[in-house]
T-cell receptor
Framework: AQSVSQHNHHVILSEAASLELGCNYSYGGTVNLFWYVQYPGQHLQLLLK??????LVKGIKGFEAEFIKSKFSFNLRKPSVQWSDTAEYFC???????????FGAGTRLTVKP | GAGVSQSPRYKVAKRGQDVALRCDPI?????LFWYQQALGQGPEFLTY????????KSGLPSDRFFAERPEGSVSTLKIQRTQQEDSAVYLC?????????????FGQGTRLTVV
């Protein structure tokens, strides 16, 4: 089955700093890629997704991610973080032709005001 | 319904007790997942259904864990003879009006505490 690695366990930034969270996956075929966010006390919500087409995907709240097929990567970026971005971020992958989704261990982002 | 609904939201079980956790997926969604999320960890895959067929149960940690989705809609995750290490949040998600990959929508989870 497919698997996901997230490199950073905990990232601490000041407001207005730029963010990049790493995500690499392992799977031999075509994939769908996702970033989910979990705010404190809330359920997982979709931030953005890649199915096909432009490898640079824009999501909600100013987040974007770039799919680099040769590197099996799908890193999440935001040019300027806000205190309200404090949350846990999860990368996930599923094979292109089905919905079997697997998650990374997550990266906890703390944004200091 | 409008979203994925899980019940109960919280469950406290005495060690050795059997528990049943329920998931009502989004209407029409083909795929249903169960994940286990320990504190500070990502969702760990438990099992995956397409309609009523359980296609992958490789993530179930022991034979005390059993999941079913008999009519391809509501699903139940049962844990027999609960142990302290079973304490976690159990997440249900559903996706896909078809078989081609789409994003999963999550419920609020059931927080199980085994005492």
């Amino acid at each position: 089955a497919q698997s996901v690695s997230q490199h950073n366990h905990h990232v601490i930034l000041s407001e207005a700093a730029s963010l990049e969270l790493g995500c690499n996956y392992s799977y031999g075929g075509t994939v769908n890629l996702f970033w989910y966010v979990q705010y404190p006390g809330q359920h997982l919500q979709l931030l953005l997704k890649y199915f096909s087409g432009d490898p640079l995907v824009k999501g909600i709240k100013g987040f974007e991610a770039e799919f680099i097929k040769s590197k099996f990567s799908f890193n999440l970026r935001k040019p300027s973080v806000q205190w309200s971005d404090t949350a846990e971020y999860f990368c996930a992958v599923s094979p292109y032709n089905n919905n079997d989704m697997r998650f990374g261990a997550g990266t906890r982002l703390t944004v200091k005001p | 319904g409008a979203g994925v609904s899980q019940s109960p939201r919280y469950k406290v079980a005495k060690r050795g007790q059997d528990v049943a956790l329920r998931c009502d997926p989004i209407s029409g969604h083909v795929s249903l997942f169960w994940y286990q999320q320990a504190l500070g960890q990502g969702p760990e895959f438990l099992t995956y259904f397409q309609n009523e067929a359980q296609l992958d149960k490789s993530g179930l940690p022991s034979d005390r864990f059993f999941a079913e989705r008999p009519e391809g809609s509501v699903s139940t995750l049962k844990i027999q003879r609960t142990q302290q290490e079973d304490s976690a949040v159990y997440l249900c998600a559903s996706s896909g009006r078809g078989l081609v990959g789409t994003e999963a929508f999550f419920g609020q989870g059931t927080r199980l505490t085994v005492v």
